[in-house]
Every structure is written in structure tokens, then in C-alpha cells.
């Protein structure tokens, strides 16, 4: 169980599709997905309120299909729908296996399963003390899932955004994959972010969090405890912020 004061009130995680394949090659892995249940379990035991927006690239790429001659509105459409299915997923995780309450919300009506997104519902049921799973992006085309983890975190008050990454424990100047000696940031300001493309988030993303001032931190959440000790206030990973103040 975690334990120690927690630095923050509310927070928004954003779970890559990739972090719910786990060592298979596409679609769900339950290992991995009851280890991201297990890491968000972390932040509700410390008494955080935490809502999470979820990818889908480990079932649906848009990008891709659109290379392969889809239309890119219905194939972002799809990776909506992808979105859901990973939040489903994790849903069931985080009720059945850890007994934490939870609501998934979605951007597009999908009324059978989830929720549709209620700005002040949702933030009813953080104060509540449920988890809420934030799927289907925003709703809209050509935005993708990194602009909707920087607009709920917006819409719903967090006071930080976690980017969750795995095997990837920060900000790089390069590709550290293909560049080792590339350089880590510990800290860098939205503006050097954006200018220097690093990747972070795509750029309408960044550009929302550094007009809001909303800090991210980018981190390895494929590490044990990481995402409690960001809670506690310790420097993991990269932060991204306007000043090194968190």
C-alpha cells in the first residue's frame, strides 16, 4: 500500500495504447493492463483523485490507416472506438481485481457501456473518490489522445498531468532508443519543448498546457512505485513547466 502525504490533490494520467499490449505484439495483454490498474490503485490509496484518459495504438493506428487509403475522419473514428475498448478493459481491472470504484466516460455516445462525458459529473465522481477512465479522445477528428489528456486535465482541474511512458524514463534530446548518449532532461519549459520538437506531446497538446500552465511530468510508469513517489513531490522522470517549480 502507498503511503506518505501525497503532494497533490487531483491528477490526470494518460496510459499510452502501448502500455495495454504488454509483451504481445498488438491488442490486450491482462498482465499489463492489471499492472496499470495496480499503478493507478497506487494514487487512490494515497488519497488522490485521479481520472485517466487512454490511448488506442495497441489495437487501431489511425495514422496508418489513413496511409493505407482510409478516409483519416473514419479512421480516427475507429481509434476511438479503440479507446473504449481499453478503458473497458481497465475498468473491469481496477473493480474486479483492486475494488475501486470507477465510471468511464466517453467523447462519443456509446450509452450501452460507458458514460458520456459530463464535465461536472465527472468531477462529482472524483470527489467521490472514483476513478474515471476518459476514452474516445474528444470526441473529435484529427485530435488525437494526447490533446484530450491536456483539455480533461483542464476541464477537470488537475493539478499536474503524468505522462506515463514505458521504458522510457523522460524527456530526451534524441530518440534514446536510437541515440544512447542522448541527453535527459530533468526539467525543460514548454516553449524548448515545442521548439525543439522533442516529442513530448503533439503540439496542440503542449500548446494547452503551456497557455493554462498546467506542469507535466513525463515518466517510466513500467517502473514499480514511480508514480508514487511523484505523488510524494520526488523528481522522476522529466518535468515540463515553466518554471522548475512543481
Not at 489511425?62 to 473514428?77: F, H, I, K, W
Not at 511512458?165 to 530526451?172: C, E, I, Q, S, T
Not at 513500467?222 to 515540463?240: D, T, Y
Request: glycine share 10%; net charge neutral.
Amino acid at each position: 500500500m502507498a503511503t506518505g502525504k501525497a503532494a497533490y490533490r487531483r491528477v490526470l494520467l494518460k496510459l499510452s495504447g502501448e502500455s495495454f499490449k504488454g509483451k504481445r505484439g498488438h491488442g490486450l495483454d491482462p498482465v499489463a493492463v492489471d499492472y496499470n490498474a495496480s499503478q493507478i490503485k497506487l494514487i487512490h490509496e494515497m488519497g488522490v483523485e485521479v481520472g485517466v484518459v487512454v490511448g488506442g495504438g495497441n489495437i487501431w493506428r489511425g495514422a496508418q490507416a489513413e496511409t493505407d487509403g482510409m478516409d483519416r475522419v473514419s479512421a480516427d473514428y475507429a481509434g476511438m472506438l479503440a479507446t473504449v475498448i481499453n478503458a473497458l478493459a481497465l475498468q473491469d481491472a481496477l473493480e474486479r481485481h483492486h475494488s475501486i470504484d470507477t465510471r468511464t466516460q466517453t467523447g462519443i455516445a456509446v450509452q450501452q457501456v460507458a458514460e458520456p462525458y459530463i464535465r461536472r459529473r465527472a468531477i462529482r465522481h472524483l470527489e467521490k473518490g472514483r476513478v474515471v477512465i476518459f476514452a474516445a479522445g474528444t470526441g473529435n477528428p484529427y485530435m488525437t489522445t494526447d490533446t484530450a489528456a491536456a483539455l480533461r486535465a483542464m476541464e477537470t482541474d488537475a493539478d499536474i498531468l503524468l505522462m506515463a511512458k514505458y521504458n522510457v524514463d523522460g524527456v530526451y534530446a534524441a530518440d534514446p532508443k536510437k541515440y544512447p548518449s542522448a541527453a535527459k532532461y530533468d526539467f525543460i519549459t514548454y516553449r524548448d519543448a515545442m521548439d525543439q520538437r522533442l516529442g513530448v506531446m503533439d503540439a496542440t497538446a503542449l500548446s494547452l498546457c503551456m497557455e493554462h500552465g498546467l506542469p507535466i511530468v513525463v515518466f517510466d510508469l513500467s517502473v514499480p512505485g514511480n508514480v508514487a513517489r511523484i505523488l510524494k513531490g520526488e523528481h522522476i522522470g522529466s518535468l515540463v513547466a515553466e518554471s522548475r517549480t512543481r
